[in-house]
C-alpha cells in the first residue's frame, strides 16, 4: 500500500507541471474560439463583403463581448490553479504524513477489514526492526502471528472486543519476535472510516517497551529483594507479614517470627574480609531458604541479620521444634574457598496472637528476644517475653545517656599494671575506659563498648582515651615518676577511620609525650581485614616512635604468612586461653604456641587475665615474658597507680631521651 502510495505521489508530482500548462491552453483556446464566435455573431468580418455599414453600438458590443470572454478566461485559469495548488498542497501533506509512517520509531502495521481474515496490508521499518518480520513476510496474514503459542493473554480479548465494537483500544501485550525472543508491546489500535463512516481498515501503533519493563522490574527487585542474597528485604517481609497475619485470622492460624542474628560475625568480616563474609551470607541464605516451607518467608533485614515467617504453626511447641531444627541446620560448618566456617545464631521468636498482632510490635518483640539470647550467651534460642521490653528499653535508654557521656565528662581511666615475668618490674600500664553515670553509678565497660562500637561512639571515645592516657603518662613524667609506656586499645571502627595517624600524631603533639612511651593494641581480627592497607597504616603508625601489639591473639585467623609483615612488637594472649591454662590442655597448648610463636618473630609476648599463682607458675615455666591481670593489680584510678608507681620495683623499659 505505501509502495503504491509512493508511485501517486510521485505521479501526481510529475504532472502538476503539465496540468499547468495544459490549464494554460484550455484557457487560450477558450477565449479565442469564444473571441471569434462574438466577432462573428457581430457581422464585422463580413461587413466589407455585402456593404453593410457597422453601427457603434455593434462596435462596443463585440468589445464588451470580448472583455467578458477575457475575464472568464482569467476566472477559469484562476479556478483551475487553485486546484491545483490544492492538489499540491495534498500531496506535499501525504508525502510528510508518509515520511513520518517510515521514519516513526514505532512499529505502525495497517490491517484491511473489508478482505477476509483482515490481512496486514501495510508495515514500516520499524516494524520489520522490532518483530524481525520483512514486510513481504508480513503482509497478507493476520496479525495474530505475533502472539506465538502465548495465546490466553486477557488482553487479546480487549482488542478483539474493541475491532467487533469499531472502536479504540490500548492494551499491553506479550508479542514474539522471528527468532522466537519475547518483547512487551504496548499496542493502540484505532479504525478508519471512509466517506460514508464505514470502517475499512485499522491502524496499529506497536511501542516496544521491553526496555522500560526490564527496568522496572529491577526496580520493584530492588525493592523488594536483598541485592547480596536474593532473600526478601525489609519491604517484602512487611508485606508477606500482612498476608501471613490476614490468612492467620482467617483461618485461626498462628504465625510465628524469628529473627536471628549470626554470632560473632563482625569477625569474620574483620579478620578474612568482606568478600568471604559476603559469600558466607550467601551460604547461610541459601541454607535457610533450604530448611522452609514453601508458603514461609525468609528475608534479610541486616548485615547479619535475618528473619523467618513461619505460617499455619498451632503451638509454641512446634514453633520451637522447627526452629532448633532450622537454627541446627544452618550452624553445620561453611566452605568459603579453601576455609571451613562454622556460625552460630541467636535466635528470638514472637508469636501471633499472643505476642501481637501487627507487624510492628511482633518483629520488635522478635527482637527484643534476639537481644536477650546474645545476652544469654549466644547460640541459643529465647522465645519473647514480657519482661525483655524492659531490657531494649534500657538498651535505648543507655545509648542516649552514653552520647553526651563524653561532654559531661563522665569517662574517667583506670590502669593496669604490665609487668615483666622475670624480674617483676613495672614496664608500663594499660589504659581502660570507665564511665559513671550521675544517676547508673559505674557501668561496666561490658553493656557501653559494645553499644559504643555499634553506634559508631567508639570513634570519639577512642579518641578521648588516647588523648587522656597521654597528658596522664606525660603528667606522671613530669612528677618525676618511672618513665614506663601506657597501652591504649584501638577499635575496629577507630582503625578504619580516615586520618588516624594524623590523630595520634597531633595528639603526641598536644600531650608532649615522647612517641616511646606510647604503646597501641589492635585487636586480631582489625589486623587481618584488607592486608595490604592494614599493614601500610602499621608501618605509618611505627614511623612516629610507637610500639605496636595483637590483642585478643589467637582468638582470629592469623596467617603466618601475614603477621611475620606486621611491624608489631608484642602478641597478647587472650584471658580466655588463660583463665583455663592449668586445666585444659587445649588452652594450655595454645598458650605455649603462642609465646614459641612469638619468640620465633622475635616478639615480646604478655599473658592477660592472670589471676592465679598456677597461672603464672605455667606461664613463667613456658618461657611467657610479660604478665596483667588481677594476681598483680586489678585497674585502679591515675592516683593509686602513681602510688603503685612510687611503692613498686618499676623500671623504665626504654633509657630516658
Not at 34 to 53: C, D, K, R, Y
Not at 108 to 122: A, E, F, G, K
Not at 628 to 647: C, H, K, N
Amino acid at each position: 500500500m505505501a509502495v503504491h502510495g509512493q508511485i501517486a505521489v510521485a505521479d501526481v508530482g510529475n504532472n502538476l507541471a503539465a496540468a499547468r500548462t495544459m490549464a494554460w491552453r484550455i484557457v487560450f483556446i477558450y477565449v479565442v474560439l469564444v473571441g471569434i464566435w462574438i466577432l462573428i455573431q457581430s457581422g464585422i468580418p463580413i461587413a466589407p463583403f455585402v456593404a453593410i455599414q457597422i453601427e457603434p453600438l455593434t462596435w462596443k458590443q463585440t468589445l464588451a463581448g470580448w472583455f467578458f470572454v477575457a475575464s472568464t478566461g482569467w476566472l477559469l485559469y484562476l479556478l483551475l490553479e487553485r486546484g491545483l495548488a490544492l492538489i499540491e498542497d495534498a500531496q506535499q501533506a501525504l508525502r510528510l504524513r508518509d515520511r513520518a509512517i517510515e521514519s516513526s520509531v514505532n512499529a505502525i502495521l495497517i490491517t484491511d477489514c473489508r478482505q477476509p481474515d483482515q490481512p496486514i496490508v501495510y508495515v514500516n521499518p520499524a516494524f520489520e526492526r522490532i518483530t524481525g518480520y520483512t514486510r513481504k513476510e508480513s503482509i497478507g496474514r493476520n496479525p495474530r502471528f505475533l502472539h506465538g503459542p502465548d495465546v490466553d493473554q486477557p488482553e487479546l480479548e480487549a482488542v478483539r472486543l474493541a475491532v467487533k465494537e469499531q472502536r479504540e483500544c490500548q492494551v499491553l501485550l506479550r508479542n514474539y519476535r522471528k527468532d522466537g525472543t519475547m518483547f512487551w508491546n504496548e499496542l493502540a489500535v484505532a479504525p478508519v472510516k471512509d466517506d460514508i463512516g464505514e470502517v475499512t481498515h485499522y491502524v496499529g501503533v506497536q511501542n516496544d517497551i521491553s526496555e522500560m519493563r526490564r527496568y522496572q522490574d529491577e526496580l520493584a527487585r530492588q525493592s523488594n529483594f536483598d541485592s547480596l542474597t536474593g532473600l526478601a528485604n525489609r519491604n517484602l517481609l512487611a508485606d508477606r507479614v500482612r498476608v501471613a497475619l490476614a490468612r492467620a485470622d482467617r483461618y485461626s492460624n498462628g504465625i510465628a517470627i524469628a529473627v536471628i542474628d549470626l554470632d560473632n560475625f563482625k569477625l569474620v568480616n574483620d579478620s578474612l574480609g568482606h568478600v568471604v563474609g559476603d559469600q558466607l551470607l550467601k551460604l547461610v541464605a541459601e541454607r535457610l531458604k533450604s530448611c522452609m516451607r514453601a508458603v514461609d518467608t525468609v528475608a534479610r533485614t541486616g548485615g547479619d541479620e535475618f528473619v523467618l515467617v513461619l505460617v499455619d504453626q498451632g503451638s509454641e511447641q512446634v514453633v520451637s521444634s522447627e526452629v532448633y531444627r532450622i537454627v541446627e541446620t544452618f550452624g553445620k560448618p561453611y566452605v568459603v574457598g579453601d576455609q571451613e566456617l562454622f556460625v552460630t545464631g541467636s535466635v528470638g521468636v514472637a508469636f501471633s496472637p499472643r505476642d501481637g498482632v501487627e507487624i510492628g510490635p511482633l518483629l520488635k518483640n522478635a527482637e527484643s528476644a534476639m537481644y536477650r539470647a546474645k545476652e544469654s550467651g549466644r547460640n541459643n534460642l529465647q522465645f519473647y517475653t514480657e519482661a525483655m521490653n524492659a531490657i531494649v528499653s534500657e538498651r535505648l535508654a543507655l545509648t542516649n545517656k552514653l552520647r553526651r557521656a563524653v561532654e559531661r565528662n563522665e569517662l574517667f581511666l583506670h590502669y593496669q599494671p604490665l609487668v615483666d615475668v622475670q624480674s617483676n618490674q613495672f614496664f608500663g600500664t594499660e589504659a581502660l575506659v570507665r564511665w559513671r553515670h550521675p544517676e547508673l553509678g559505674i557501668v561496666s565497660p561490658a553493656k557501653f563498648i559494645p553499644l559504643a562500637e555499634e553506634t559508631g561512639m567508639i570513634v570519639a571515645i577512642g579518641e578521648w582515651v588516647l588523648r587522656t592516657a597521654c597528658m596522664q603518662n606525660k603528667a606522671w613524667q613530669d612528677a618525676g615518676l618511672p618513665r614506663i609506656a601506657v597501652a591504649v586499645n584501638i577499635s575496629a571502627r577507630q582503625f578504619r577511620e580516615k586520618g588516624l595517624v594524623q590523630t595520634i600524631e597531633r595528639i603526641l603533639e598536644e600531650s608532649g609525650l615522647d612517641s616511646r612511651y606510647l604503646e597501641l593494641e589492635v585487636t586480631e581480627g582489625v589486623i587481618m581485614h584488607d592486608i595490604e592497607q592494614v599493614i601500610a597504616i602499621l608501618q605509618q603508625i611505627k614511623s612516629l616512635g610507637v610500639k605496636l601489639s595483637i590483642d585478643d591473639f589467637g582468638t582470629g585467623y592469623s596467617s603466618l604468612s601475614y603477621l611475620k609483615r606486621f611491624p608489631v612488637d608484642r602478641l597478647k594472649i587472650d584471658q580466655s586461653f588463660v583463665r583455663d591454662i592449668t586445666s585444659d590442655p587445649d588452652d594450655a597448648a595454645i598458650a605455649q604456641a603462642v609465646i614459641n610463636l612469638g619468640h620465633s618473630l622475635d616478639l615480646k609476648v604478655i599473658a592477660e587475665g592472670v589471676e592465679t599463682q598456677e597461672q603464672l607458675d605455667f606461664l613463667r615455666d613456658h618461657g611467657c615474658d610479660e604478665k596483667q591481670g588481677y594476681l598483680i593489680s586489678r585497674p585502679v584510678p591515675a592516683e593509686d597507680f602513681a602510688r603503685l608507681l612510687m611503692t613498686a620495683r618499676a623500671v623504665a623499659e626504654l633509657p630516658e631521651p
